[in-house]
Nanobody, 115 residues
Framework: QVSLVESGGGLVRSEGSLRLSCVASGDIDNCSARGWYRQTPGKQRELVAQITSSGSTNYADSMKGRFTISRDNAKNTVYLQMNSLKPEDTAVYYC?????????WGKGTLVTVSS
């Protein structure tokens, strides 16, 4: 059983920055990747960024150059540094741990970007 707890969301002005954190508890040693996704009302959850067990990263096109995913394995924590935020980045951001074909989700943290 894996538990994921996100933090760091909040209200920020356009062009501002936030750093999200996700602490995992439980056995994640064999996960294939950890990632951040986001969702707005009426839309499907979408990938923001992902970091694999080998350290490779992958970003959605609209986040490249603005967002950075990183991890601290000793703390079982993954981070998402978000810079140059835009109002369209407003969403609930979810942390995820991927094990092959299955995904464990956190409860999400709300990010609101005001114009």
């Amino acid at each position: 059983q894996v538990s994921l707890v996100e933090s760091g969301g909040g209200l920020v002005r356009s062009e501002g920055s936030l750093r999200l954190s996700c602490v995992a508890s439980g056995d994640i040693d064999n996960c294939s990747a950890r990632g951040w996704y986001r969702q707005t009302p009426g839309k499907q959850r979408e990938l923001v960024a992902q970091i694999t067990s080998s350290g490779s990263t992958n970003y959605a096109d609209s986040m490249k150059g603005r967002f950075t995913i990183s991890r601290d394995n000793a703390k079982n924590t993954v981070y998402l540094q978000m810079n140059s935020l835009k109002p369209e980045d407003t969403a609930v951001y979810y942390c995820a741990v991927l094990f092959g074909g299955t995904v464990d989700w956190g409860k999400g943290t709300l990010v609101t970007v005001s114009s």
